[in-house]
Every structure is written in C-alpha cells, then in structure tokens.
C-alpha cells in the first residue's frame, strides 16, 4: 500500500515583484513518487535537483503549484483538519543541520517532547519518562534531558532530532541529507541505528541524499531526480545496478574510492553481484 | 615545502589549554598531504597556523612553521602578507563566506592582483588594467571556466558552491603559488561538485608542480587525493605515513575504527571481503564497524 | 543570568546600568526621598539659595525643586514607560502578524505603516493637540503613533528570515499550531534586538516627551516634569541659570544612560561575539 505519494506534482519559484521582470524557475516538473508501507526509498540526486523541495512538500511544508501529496490515498491539502492532523503525526523529519533545526532556547527534554505535546499530551512525569527512553534509544542519556542544544556535539544533536522524529511513533521519516554533515565514526553509528530501527520497526523511510553509497546500503528502492525530473527508478526489473541514465551515471562516478590502490571504486562494488 | 615542527596552539580563553600538541609534518613539493580527523580535533586550527591567521583567541606556543625554506613562525605582517597569495594560498570549506558580497568577482581578482604585483593604482573594477584582465581570464580558464568574462561580471550570490570554490583556486593561482592549504574544500559541496573540484586540485598540482596541504574528515578524499596522510585526534598527531601503507596495515586503533567505519559505507571490511551493498541483515556491517576493543580515549560519548 | 554578568563586564555599560536603576528608583519612590510636596507654592521662598531646608533651593514660585526633579522623574519615565509598552505591544502584533501571514495581509499592514511613517512627531502631536486638547495622554498617543510602524517594520523583517529556519519547520512538522509557533520559536528570536532598538529609544522618547512639555503642550502645570522645569526656568535664565541647569542634568544623566545601557545590551546579546566561528 503507498503510504506516502506525491502524484505528478509541479513547483515553481517566481522571481521578480511586481515592478520587476517575473522569471519563472521550474524546480519540479511531473513528479510521482511513492513510499510502499515498511520500504525504505532513496531519492538521489545533485544540489539544486528539486530534492529538498520534494522533501519539502512530501512533508505538507509547502504546497505543491500542480498535483496532489496524497496520505493514504487522500489528498492531504483537501481532505480536511483530521486528515492533516493524522498526516502531521505520522510523517516526521530529520534535517540535514541538526543545530538549525532545533530551538536553542529549548532544553533536549523541549525539544524531542514537542510532537507529543502536540498529538499525545501527557502528565510532567510521563513525558519526561518517554523522553528518557526516546533518548536511551539512540544512544543518548537521561542526564542529557535538561541539556541546551549547545552543550550537545553535531553527532548528539542529530540523535536528539532523531529522538523527537520518533515520539510521536510516526510511520514515516524522511531524512533530508541527515547524515552529510557528520564525522565518519558519528555517520556510521547514526547509520547502524537507521538501520535497527527500519528492521525492527517497520518504519517507512524516505533518505533524500546525493550519497549513492547510503541510498544502495540503506533503501529498498531508489529513484534519481535530476533538474526537477525524475529519471530513473528501481522496479523489479531494474535494480539500482542496471541503472544507465547519464545523471545517474555522473553521480556514481563521483562517489570517492574506497581504498587508494583503484580497488575501492564504487562503480565496481556495485554492479558485483549479491554475496550470500 | 611545508614543514611543520612541534606545533603547540593554546586557547587563551577562559583556562589557558593546549589544543594542538606536538603536531609535525610535511607537505613535499608536488604532493598532496592529507590531515584527517574529526571535528575538534585541531586540524582546521593547524592549518590557520600555518599561514598565521589563527583567531585572537588562540596562540601558537611552541614549534616552527617552514615554507619553501623559509621560517615563517616569526615574520612580520608586511612579508606574511606577501607570504599569503604570493607564495601560498588557502581556500575555505564555505566559500560563500570569503566573498564580499556587494563586490563582483572582477572586483575580488583586483584586489588580490593589487596585493601581489598587479597594477594597484585604480581600484574602480570597471577599469580593470588589460594586463590583470589577461591573467584573471587565464586563471578563469584553467580552473574550467567557458566564459571568463560571465564570471567576471557575476556576484558571488549568483553562482553556485562548486563554482566560487573554483573562482577561489582561480585567485589561489593568480601567483605562482608553491603551497596551496585547502581545508575542508568540498565538505559543503555535493558528490559531484566534489569530485570535480578534487580533480581540478588533483590537475593543478601536476601542472603547478605545487605542494598541497588537504584537510578532511572524509576519508575517501584521502583515499582519493592523498599521498601521505597525517591523522589528528584531539590535537595530537596519532600516526602518519603513505597512503597505502595506511590503508593496507593502520598501526593506531583511531586510524582502525575511522577506515572501518569509512569502508562499511561501501559494504567492505578490512581483509577485502565484499559484505555486498544492500545487504538485508546489518549484524555484518555492525560488527564490521566495531572490530576488537576500542581504546578509551578513542571510544565515542 | 549570563546576560547580566556580560552586561556588567564592560566599565561603562556598569555606569550607564547603575544610573539607569538610580533614575527608575527615583521615579519609584520619589514621594518618600523628598518631604516637600513638588506642588506647595510658597511665594515667601521663591528664588531661594540652596539651603539644608530645600537642598537645591526653590524656583520662582517657592517651590522646592528637588522635590520637583524627583517627581519630574516619574512624569518623564512613567510616560517614556507607557509609550515603550504601547509601541511594543502594537508592533509586536502587527509585525508577527504581518511577516508570518505574508501575502496579501502583509501588504495591507505594511502601506498601513508606510502611512503611519509619513507624519513627523511634533506636527502629528501639535495636531492633536489641537483637536484633542493638550495633556500628557495626548503626548503619549502621538508619539505611539508617530513610532510604532518603523518597529513594526523591523520586527516584520525579523519574523520573515526566522519564520524559514529550520527549527521552525521542524516545530511545524512536529504539529505545532501558528499562534505557539510564533510565540514560543518566532518571537523569542526577535525579542531580543527590539528589546534592545527599545532601550536605545527611550532617551529619543524623552527627549519627545520633555520637548512638548517644554512647548506646553503636554503635562500641564503644576506637575512636576523636567521639560516643564526648563520652560519655567526660561525667564531667570540670566539671573537663575541653575533652575535650567538641574533638569537639563536629569534629562542628559537619563538619556545618556539608557543609550549607553542600549549599546551595551546590543554588544552582550551579539552572537558572534568572540569566536568568530573558528572552530566546530
């Protein structure tokens, strides 16, 4: 069942006012894309791609100038206050600059119990008791409840974004470049905790990236946005190997070598088939 | 070309600490060094020290600082100035933020050509002397630029990231630079701008015949530019040595666990057995990531 | 609060934050730091020296004129107070308002302030004045007109280029409503820089209010109020000049502190500060 869809939509930016020339800026074009319940789905593509955007409106932030972002089969923008409601509540995010996406002024404890103050309301206790596990869960502790954003290193910051993405129990996240700006050691630990949490929750995920190597580890399928299109995509036929568009193909050879020696280029990892 | 002995940096404010101790390298001419860490570690700070533009906040305490032969630790304003640009030069992880952003980029490459044996006389940018224009266009050119004079007149807000990072090595090359200090150039930039902008580095050097300090957390920057590496952890330098050499056999557990958690993103291990990409258990990669104890100090919060 | 201790670090910031306090203490308590009523007219005394009995002497009606410096205080303050609070809850509404609705709604409130920044104070208060009759409520009411729309401005401003932080989507994805998005994410943000673009004001509004005072057309007497005390002291300015001198002090000591109070808030609130952003 597609949980999460964005059905032929179109969003364009005007520049100019009105005294000025107008210019229309296309930054997505026909776009369909849709999230299968307990799948993972990678969006790939350059910056400037429309990826952001997608994201963007995939999360009922923006609307979209042509086409539908349906939940459940619903329009979320005209199927009334309820609908969204219960759209709001299911679909969370994590952002790629964990400084900027939350509140300095609010302590962790604030932060990551927002969503439940808005969906689930509970007693002082309670929710700072659901904190403490939410917190526990990625790796934090409680003694980090009453902490400001500053005290906090990118690493732990990005765990507390995830902590509030997952208290309102959401069936989707969509992770938007969640892991660029990390340290290798800090990538890989927030990774593996993706990881256990797609497995053993079914959770439905959405990495938007421009990391070829995340999306081919991480995701079910794979779709490529290029220039506000999308151009390729996964379908049983085609897995992400196969892939032969010229965007596609641009962004799997700049993925960085693995190794120095030519052993480690990606191109290769990828298309060797499937070990057991 | 660049030697780099006993560096001490300490921070001033607050309790005096050293945060850079005993840091020693080289950068050999025509090669690339690598300095790799993480965030924190000092490596950004090391490479300011360098060309002394450490923030007020900070001071270097100990150790020399050479360039092309020259001890630079101890010169005074006017020939660090020459220093910087004329003979090495640096470019920024945000290259947004080295722009001023009322100038056009035609205004940056007069300045930087008035610092270093232009022709300062006119400041105004519309008339830019014919000689400076010819090198400017050239330097344009050679870091991949079709029209020259589009970028000239264009404002930094107007251009991407990847583009204003070359505009920056195009000003880095106005001089015949011996060392180029690049620290954390791409970070910001996506896989494509990226891999460009490192083969734009990778060419200049080769032509240039210039040394070139990189910093990075990335190790398949290392992997793909280095041919040393220096790895920094909390201000220290923990091990050192050619790249391959480094990748096959690592000596420090930090080098370890950062070249594990850097080859499980491509479904690899040490000891080159391909786990696959889009395997559905993650036991291997999770215990590929965490081979044998990690000691204390390099264990995560 | 580190605020405070920032605040206070700077030698003449502490200056302008002690006298700043002396002057709002005076005006608090004034009736208990004079036991001459500023009002009690005693033809007998007038134009007195200073003495032990009327410390800074008496004006031309015999009244002692530090009882009326310490009561001018609280006409002077109390009615900068009023129209701060009034200017700041006005601007605040329209200018969150205005910023987060955007749109349409937007337009209309910013030609509404474009109209309201045409008219220049004293012409707006003189015109009032006229219809309405003079009076410090009057005074009040022009400066608030006259002051309110360049804040609402600033703070519309602000609310934009906060309304795209990240943190804000986050809070809106998280199911924050509007009016909890603007006061607990927007606003705390934007608060800080009118609070201090305030404080810098407050001696501008003195000088506003003592001004139309001083032409009569605000507080009447006999209250008490330093631009009253100067238009007073007018006629002795030969043969009395300290009668100027003492309110012209009070206006100078009071406006020179809450500016330099305003700059030193700015400087403390300023993020950028010491690091310069050199390190992670």
């Keep these: ?276 | ?301 | 609060m580190t605020l405070l201790r920032t605040l206070l670090s700077g030698r003449t910031t502490r200056l302008a934050f002690v006298a700043a306090c002396a002057v709002l203490l005076v005006a608090l308590f004034a009736p208990l730091l004079s036991s001459w009523d500023p009002d009690d007219i005693d033809l007998s005394q007038k134009l007195q020296a200073p003495s032990r009995e009327h410390l800074l002497g008496t004006d031309h009606l015999g009244r002692d004129v530090l009882a009326r410096l310490l009561h001018g205080a609280r006409a002077s303050l109390g009615s900068v107070a009023v129209i701060v609070a009034a200017i700041l809850l006005l601007s605040l509404s329209v200018g969150s308002v205005a910023g987060y609705a955007g749109g349409m709604v937007d337009a209309f409130l910013m030609r509404l302030c474009d109209t309201f920044l045409t008219f220049p104070t004293f012409i707006l208060a003189m015109f009032l004045i006229g219809i309405l009759g003079a009076g410090m409520t009057n005074v009040i009411l022009a400066i608030v007109c006259t002051h309110w729309a360049w804040y609402a401005r600033i703070i519309r401003g602000l609310v934009l280029s906060l309304k795209t932080r990240e943190h804000v989507l986050a809070a809106r994805v998280a199911g924050t409503g509007q009016f909890r998005l603007v006061m607990r994410h927007i606003l705390p943000g934007v608060l800080p820089q009118i609070l201090v673009l305030a404080t810098l004001d407050i001696g501008h509004m003195m000088l506003h209010v003592s001004g139309l005072s001083f032409l009569g057309l605000g507080v009447q007497p006999p209250t008490a109020e330093w631009g009253v005390m100067i238009n007073d002291a007018r006629q002795y300015i030969w043969t009395q000049p300290q009668l100027l001198f003492y309110p012209g002090l009070a206006i100078f000591v009071t406006v020179m502190a809450f500016n330099l109070l305003g700059d030193g808030l700015r400087d403390a609130l300023d993020p950028v500060g010491e690091t310069g952003g050199w390190g992670k």
């Design chain 1, 1 to 276: 069942m597609n949980l999460l869809e964005a059905r032929q939509v179109a969003k364009r930016y005007r520049r100019g006012g009105l005294f000025g020339k107008r210019s229309e800026v296309r930054v997505l074009e026909d776009v369909s894309i849709a999230l299968e319940e307990g799948k993972s789905l990678g969006l790939v593509g350059r910056s400037g791609s429309g990826k952001s955007t997608l994201g963007r409106l995939l999360l009922g932030l923006e609307r979209p100038d042509e086409g539908q972002i349906l939940y459940k089969g619903k329009d979320i923008f005209t199927s009334g206050k309820e609908h969204f409601r219960r759209f709001r509540r299911d679909v969370q995010v994590v952002f790629q600059n964990s400084l900027g996406a939350v509140n300095p002024r609010f302590r962790a404890v604030d932060i990551v119990a927002e969503p439940l103050d808005n969906f689930e309301p509970l007693s002082a206790a309670e929710r700072r008791c659901r904190v403490a596990a939410l917190l526990e869960g990625v790796g934090l502790s409680e003694a980090d409840l009453d902490k400001f954003p500053s005290q906090f290193s990118g690493g732990e910051l990005q765990r507390l974004c995830i902590a509030r993405a997952l208290a309102p129990r959401p069936r989707v996240i969509i992770l938007d470049e969640a892991v660029s700006n990390l340290d290798m050691l800090i990538q890989v630990q927030v990774l593996n905790l993706l990881r256990r949490l797609r497995d053993n929750s079914g959770t439905t995920f959405l990495f938007v990236s421009h990391d070829l190597r995340l999306v081919a580890d991480m995701c079910d399928s794979v779709a490529i946005l290029a220039d506000g299109h999308i151009v390729e995509r996964t379908s049983p036929e085609k897995p992400l190997r196969d892939f032969s568009h010229p965007a596609f193909l641009e962004l799997l050879d700049a993925v960085l070598p693995a190794r120095p020696d030519g052993s480690g280029v990606f191109r290769n990892i990828l298309s060797q088939e499937r070990t057991a």
């Design chain 2, 1 to 301: 070309m660049l030697a780099v002995e006993s560096l001490e940096l300490e921070i001033l404010r607050g309790r005096p600490r050293k945060v850079v101790r005993n840091v020693s390298f080289s950068v050999p001419r025509g090669r690339v060094t690598c300095l790799v860490g993480e965030s924190g570690c000092g490596k950004s700070l090391t490479c300011l020290a360098i060309l002394g533009l450490l923030p007020e906040a900070v001071r270097r305490t100990g150790g020399t600082i050479t360039i092309d032969g020259e001890r630079v630790n101890d010169l005074s304003p006017e020939h660090l100035q020459a220093l910087r640009g004329g003979k090495a030069a640096m470019i920024l992880q945000n290259p947004m933020s080295c722009f001023d952003p009322i100038c056009t980029v035609k205004s940056h490459f007069l300045e930087s050509l008035a610092a270093h044996g232009g022709n300062p006389g006119r400041l105004s940018p519309e008339v830019m002397p014919e000689s400076d224009l010819a090198r400017a266009r050239r330097s344009l050119a050679e870091v991949g630029f079709d029209s020259p004079d589009d970028i000239l007149d264009a404002y930094p807000f107007q251009l991407s990231g990847g583009m204003l990072q070359r505009v920056m090595v195009a000003l880095a090359l106005l001089s015949e630079i011996r060392l180029l200090l690049a620290d954390e150039p791409t970070t910001d930039l996506d896989v494509v701008s990226q891999a460009r902008i490192l083969t734009l580095l990778d060419e200049t050097r080769r032509r240039h015949g210039m040394g070139v300090l990189l910093v990075t957390h990335d190790i398949g920057v290392v992997a793909r530019m280095a041919d040393f590496v220096v790895v920094m952890h909390k201000g220290e330098v923990v091990e050192q040595g050619e790249v391959a050499t480094l990748f096959a056999a690592p000596r420090h557990a930090y080098t370890r666990a950062l070249l594990q958690a850097h080859l499980s993103l491509y479904g690899l291990s040490f000891g080159d057995e391909a786990v696959g990409v889009g395997t559905v258990s993650p036991e291997p990669c999770l215990a590929a990531a965490t081979p044998g104890p990690v000691p204390e100090e390099v264990r995560l919060r």
